[in-house]
């Protein structure tokens, strides 16, 4: 692995004190540890019809559309108050495909689990998947607030004091697309493409617009998922406690993601660090006038596609 490492284009972060190296491996960035499981499941994953894939780039809504496609998916075996998402971090609800590789081979062994959780490119993804008809839920949000969102949690994952840390460092690493799983432009459009070719098989949820209309959403995402709610279900406040049950102040407040250890062997970052804000627009507290017109251009030329991440 080392040797190939060295044969793909590198960038590593200055302000995390070398400890952060991307390398660039089928138009997109990674860093080494989730770089080897994505080429480990792009050899072995053999997807199975019932699959159904929540796809992501970091920072943009993924622990709490885990949290909800969880509680969408086993609400007929507990409900807000025995859920597993009481006691255990939404990340670890859901196998990550490249990282947990034989918990989804069990999955498909022995139970209808059918959730797989996944950071890669549309163009990434195992050509299993690709060639099959597995459902794909794709989350995106807001650019201004996903680069915000990126330079607040690497430094800290890291326990790199954030006052060592630039933004606009950051926010220009960004704008040339190097940033966990970037480019975000190509991660998005990867997927929209995607879903223009075979339409039907990709939902595309907005951060923004599942703040402002949860229910709908949530009662979307559950039909796509093949879920969908029944009217009994409705009526008796189903849908609004799974929303409630994993709100972001239901889930920060919780012990387990106040001071519980996410992939405490491998790969330890606190769980605390999935809950910062959640705040629309926070980053305006950061953006110089110039840095929101340039990402405004930047996205103006990148993603000429139907969808607004500005
Ligand atoms: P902020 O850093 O802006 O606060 P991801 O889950 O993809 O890593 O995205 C993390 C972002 O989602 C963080 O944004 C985090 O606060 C927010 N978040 C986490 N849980 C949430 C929830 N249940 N509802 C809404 N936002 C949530």
Redesign the pocket.
């Known amino acids: 692995m080392e040797d190939f490492l060295k044969t793909l284009p590198q960038h590593t972060c200055s302000w995390s004190k070398g400890t952060v190296t991307f390398y660039k491996y089928q138009g997109f960035w990674n860093i080494q540890d989730f770089l080897e499981g994505e080429i480990i499941a792009q050899q072995s994953f053999k997807a199975q019809p019932n699959d159904i894939f929540l796809c992501?780039?970091?920072?943009?809504?993924?622990?709490?559309?885990?949290?909800?496609a969880f509680a969408i998916v086993t609400r007929e075996k507990f409900n807000e108050s025995t859920s597993p998402l009481l006691t255990t971090m939404?990340?670890e609800c859901i196998p990550f495909l490249e990282k947990d590789l034989k918990q989804i081979e069990d999955n498909h062994k022995n139970s209808s689990f059918p959730l797989v959780a996944t950071h890669l490119s549309y163009t990434s993804l195992p050509e299993s998947v690709i060639s099959s008809d597995c459902k794909i839920v794709y989350?995106y949000?807001n650019i201004k607030?996903?680069i915000?969102?990126?330079h607040?949690?690497i430094p800290a994952a890291l326990n790199i004091p954030m006052e060592d840390v630039s933004f606009k460092e950051t926010f220009d690493e960004f704008c040339q697309g190097i940033s966990w799983y970037g480019p975000y432009w190509d991660h998005i459009l990867g997927y929209w493409k995607a879903s223009q070719e075979r339409p039907g098989r990709i939902l595309f949820l907005k951060?923004e617009d599942?703040?402002k209309d949860p229910k709908s959403n949530v009662k979307k995402l559950a039909e796509f998922i093949g879920y969908p709610f029944s009217v009994e279900e409705e009526n008796a406040g189903v849908v609004d406690n799974i929303i409630k049950l994993?709100?972001?102040?239901?889930?920060?407040n919780l012990e387990v993601n106040k001071t519980g250890m996410h992939r405490p062997e491998d790969f330890p970052i606190e769980n605390r660090l999935?809950?910062?804000?959640?705040?629309?627009g926070?980053w305006e507290n950061y953006f110089t006038d110039e840095m929101k017109r340039n990402i405004d251009n930047l996205v103006d030329q990148k993603l000429s596609a139907g969808l607004n991440v500005t």
């Not at 994993?246 to 920060?252: A, G, V």
């Not at 999935?274 to 629309?280: G, I």
């Open positions: 992501s780039c970091p920072k943009t809504g993924t622990t709490w559309l885990k949290a909800l939404p990340h989350i949000r607030d996903v915000n969102s990126n607040h949690f951060y599942m703040k994993c709100s972001f102040d239901k889930l920060r999935y809950f910062r804000k959640a705040e629309d926070d």
